[in-house]
């Protein structure tokens, strides 16, 4: 786990009592190096010194726990909206009450009691060799369990988050009795044991190891824009399907988020929110776009080429908050369809 780290300096994070006027103390969950571009934003436009430090997002929550009331945390920033959910269930946020995030981020990407919002959106989508599966055959999340597709899918393990919140919408959408027939259908048609991550999966179907793959679209994004040959020439390969699009009962792609909320007790309050509230400006929004791949969860944004050539897509406007309460339900399911 790496240090307090700041773009500027690194104050003592265990120090008692606020930080000197001008800091904001951040937990991060996000690895990208991009993200430095944004911190060095904030500070520019503000003066405050953002200090950072970075580790997995189930860590940081532990130490935010077990730092208590002595936290030096202002703010946590995590992926997935079921680590947010469980932040917000241990108390390691607090409410805050702002007109800048409730009028820039849609309700549904925001908690209803105002503990966390999104900064970022990412959709889970198809990626598919079409000389191997018509994509006119996969528009919906439902064609993943259609027999036809036997041996063809490749998607990551049932751990994973991204998984893990995708079945909770859909138990969200169609009842657990549905959503279990779906996860034994996409089982059923496993091309291989679920190994490695999202780019994994991507390579292996350019590789004709499978046909379409199930993957959050950023990992697609930075295949296309990678100055790697080989990932150029198996990107060149694959296409992505924004599913439920169309057709009966279609509720639009599932997204999940990258999201931030005010520390429960944040010694930095009113510079954690100038922070909180500048992760939706047009500013912070186009360097997530452009430095992850991620779609804005605000509006005014630059986005890259690469994201607009994928064309727009309805994105899912169930409230994501709650997915996260789905949790132990979805990971019961994947364990007793015999999803590893």
């Given at each position: 786990?790496?240090?307090?780290?700041?773009?500027?300096?690194?104050?003592?994070?265990?120090?008692?009592?606020?930080?000197?006027?001008?800091?904001?103390?951040?937990?991060?969950?996000?690895?990208?190096?991009?993200?430095?571009?944004?911190?060095?934003?904030?500070?520019?436009?503000?003066?405050?010194?953002?200090?950072?430090?970075?580790?997995?997002?189930?860590?940081?929550?532990?130490?935010?726990?077990?730092?208590?009331?002595?936290?030096?945390?202002?703010?946590?920033?995590?992926v997935d909206v079921g680590n947010l959910h469980r932040a917000k269930a241990q108390n390691v946020?607090?409410?805050?009450?702002?007109?800048?995030?409730?009028?820039?981020?849609?309700?549904?990407?925001?908690?209803?009691?105002?503990?966390?919002?999104?900064?970022?959106?990412?959709?889970?989508?198809?990626?598919?060799?079409?000389?191997?599966?018509?994509?006119?055959?996969?528009?919906?999340?439902?064609?993943?369990?259609?027999?036809?597709?036997?041996?063809?899918?490749?998607?990551?393990?049932?751990?994973?988050?991204?998984?893990?919140?995708?079945?909770?919408?859909?138990?969200?959408?169609?009842?657990?009795?549905?959503?279990?027939?779906?996860?034994?259908?996409?089982?059923?048609?496993?091309?291989?044991?679920?190994?490695?991550?999202?780019?994994?999966?991507?390579?292996?179907?350019?590789?004709?190891?499978?046909?379409?793959?199930?993957?959050?679209?950023?990992?697609?994004?930075?295949?296309?824009?990678?100055?790697?040959?080989?990932?150029?020439?198996?990107?060149?390969?694959?296409?992505?399907?924004?599913?439920?699009?169309?057709?009966?009962?279609?509720?639009?792609?599932?997204?999940?988020?990258?999201?931030?909320?005010?520390?429960?007790?944040?010694?930095?309050?009113?510079?954690?929110?100038?922070?909180?509230?500048?992760?939706?400006?047009?500013?912070?929004?186009?360097?997530?776009?452009?430095?992850?791949?991620?779609?804005?969860?605000?509006?005014?944004?630059?986005?890259?080429?690469?994201?607009?050539?994928?064309?727009?897509?309805?994105?899912?406007?169930?409230?994501?908050?709650?997915?996260?309460?789905?949790?132990?339900?979805?990971?019961?399911?994947?364990?007793?369809?015999?999803?590893?």
């Open positions: 786990m790496a240090g307090m780290g700041s773009c500027a300096r690194a104050p003592d994070p265990t120090a008692n009592g606020p930080a000197a006027a001008g800091e904001v103390n951040l937990y991060s969950a996000r690895h990208y190096d991009s993200d430095k571009a944004l911190y060095a934003a904030f500070e520019e436009e503000t003066g405050i010194t953002v200090n950072v430090i970075e580790a997995q997002g189930p860590v940081l929550l532990e130490r935010l726990k077990a730092e208590g009331a002595n936290s030096p945390a202002d703010v946590f920033l995590t946020f607090q409410p805050t009450q702002s007109s800048v995030l409730t009028n820039s981020v849609p309700a549904h990407l925001r908690d209803a009691d105002g503990h966390w919002v999104a900064i970022a959106k990412r959709a889970r989508v198809f990626v598919v060799n079409p000389a191997l599966a018509p994509p006119e055959r996969l528009s919906r999340y439902e064609d993943l369990a259609d027999p036809q597709w036997r041996g063809q899918i490749c998607v990551r393990s049932s751990n994973n988050v991204y998984n893990v919140s995708l079945l909770g919408a859909l138990i969200e959408h169609w009842g657990a009795p549905a959503a279990r027939d779906w996860a034994a259908g996409v089982v059923a048609n496993f091309a291989r044991a679920p190994q490695g991550g999202d780019t994994d999966q991507l390579r292996a179907v350019a590789a004709g190891a499978c046909s379409i793959a199930l993957v959050n679209h950023y990992y697609f994004a930075r295949l296309i824009a990678s100055t790697n040959a080989e990932d150029q020439a198996a990107a060149a390969k694959l296409q992505l399907i924004f599913p439920g699009q169309s057709g009966e009962n279609a509720f639009g792609a599932h997204v999940n988020v990258t999201g931030a909320g005010l520390a429960a007790h944040a010694p930095n309050r009113d510079n954690a929110m100038r922070f909180l509230e500048f992760l939706v400006s047009p500013t912070a929004q186009t360097i997530l776009a452009e430095g992850a791949f991620e779609y804005p969860a605000s509006n005014g944004a630059n986005v890259p080429e690469t994201l607009l050539a994928f064309g727009d897509f309805s994105e899912d406007q169930l409230p994501i908050g709650a997915i996260g309460p789905r949790e132990s339900e979805a990971l019961a399911i994947f364990d007793a369809v015999g999803w590893p």
